[in-house]
């Protein structure tokens, strides 16, 4: 089975792959395809997280173990991630420079045959230097109020 993913870079402009994937690759090796497309090396470390339809960023999926408990890229096909159509993962690779991916599946095909992968729409070009607000998190921007007192903890 085919699986057909949009990926869209966190930056400023419209960056984008549309890329279909068989079903079988393991979610390293997807990795390597999503830096490879988007002009990275692969060779920094990268993590993968759960999401839900607001791209939260829930449960990680290391490159290795540190705890018992943890998730991990290993020899796991994207399948095993991927169910159904909008299932979602956000993928960062580098965390020095922390460039943050949104992965959507938008369809599943058993009619269309690639042997790994085929990129099938490229729209624009990743930035020469990463996004400078790597660490708003909550989407708070400087213009935004918050409410400290609400956030306090007892």
Do not use: A
């Not at 490879?36 to 993590?47: H, M, V």
């Not at 020095?96 to 085929?118: A, G, V």
């Amino acid at each position: 089975m085919q699986l057909k993913f949009r990926i869209i870079l966190n930056v400023e402009e419209d960056v984008l792959r549309d890329i279909i994937i068989d079903s079988n690759i393991t979610l390293i090796e997807f990795s390597k395809i999503i830096s490879s497309e988007f002009g990275f090396d692969s060779t920094e470390i990268s993590t993968f997280h759960h999401s839900n339809e607001n791209w939260e960023q829930l449960d990680e999926i290391k490159l290795f173990k540190i705890d018992e408990q943890d998730q991990i890229m290993d020899n796991t096909p994207i399948s095993n991630f991927f169910l159904s159509k909008g299932d979602k993962l956000i993928y960062i690779y580098d965390f020095l420079n922390y460039w943050t991916f949104f992965i959507e599946l938008y369809d599943l095909d058993e009619s269309i045959n690639t042997k790994n992968y085929e990129c099938v729409n490229s729209i624009g070009d990743v930035p020469k230097t990463p996004p400078s607000d790597i660490f708003d998190v909550n989407g708070i921007n400087d213009d935004d109020e918050i409410d400290y007192d609400e956030n306090l903890i007892d």
